[in-house]
């Protein structure tokens, strides 16, 4: 693409010295593709990208629970070593305080229109999206999603440069799929585990039944992962002490598939008590009576949900 027009990473996709520096940095997995195009990458882009070398770091605004960050303090403090400015957008909800970014070496402002490169999570205010800047997000436009549309015109109206996060990908290796090097899906499994048990406690108890699954608090009142952990384990000790005991019915959760998001959700739900099945256990398994000390998980595979309408895989 020629320097200014909108691109994603696909242009990127294979770029040796992305590759290499993304390998052997897995701790700056978020920051290493941008230091990369401000640092190695411009030749392939244009030279844009060698004007400055100032970062901006977007203040969510996505939706109110969003408190994550494209870089954490320590990355910031690492490019500011390396001579990159960074500018940090105000934020009383993220994660970082505004102040732990400035020890770390970045200047805290709400004017991002120094910074050549704009980065953020999720999908930023369009009304105040800068031309002819580069962003860097998850957009959720690569697949054609129709909700994102007006955001992609807005970015292509402004001569916006978009690297999309999904484009960031490993090398194909022969006869597989490239692997996305930035994916939040194992996280958003877990999140979304944490969220289901506390929803399950709110709807048991909806229908006056208590349970421990009432103890633990949604994903984002936790302080970070550790202490999430550490509430699902006596979540789970309450369940093997006969927390359960007031329902009749075993309580199985079901995982679709095995990728990111599974794995994920898997991860925090084998920290309680449990016992997993395979489909064909789940009619015998659901005539058994309590007391339950124990929680159940099946993985539902491709085989268990679709069949062949024909022999020769018609229709």
Known sequence: NKVGSPVCLRCLEHHPLVHKQLRHNTALKALAPMRLLLLKAAPRIGSRLFSTRTIGILGECYNKWERRVPLCPNHVQQLVGDGIKVVVEPSKSRIFSDEEYKKAGAQVSSDLSPCDLIVGVKQPDQERLLPDKMYMFFS?????????????????????TLFDYECIKEPKSQNQKAPRLVAFGKFAGIAGMINTFQGLGQKFLAHGISTPFLLCPPAHMHFDLEAAKRTIKSMGHAIALGGLDNLEVPVVFAFTGKGNVSRGAQEIFRILPHEMLSVSDLPAVWKKRGPHRKVYGVVVKDEDMVQLVSAGGGG
Do not use: P, T
């Open 140 to 160: 959720h436009v690569i697949k054609g999603q129709v909700e994102n549309s007006k955001l992609l015109a807005r970015i292509l109206d402004l001569n916006i």
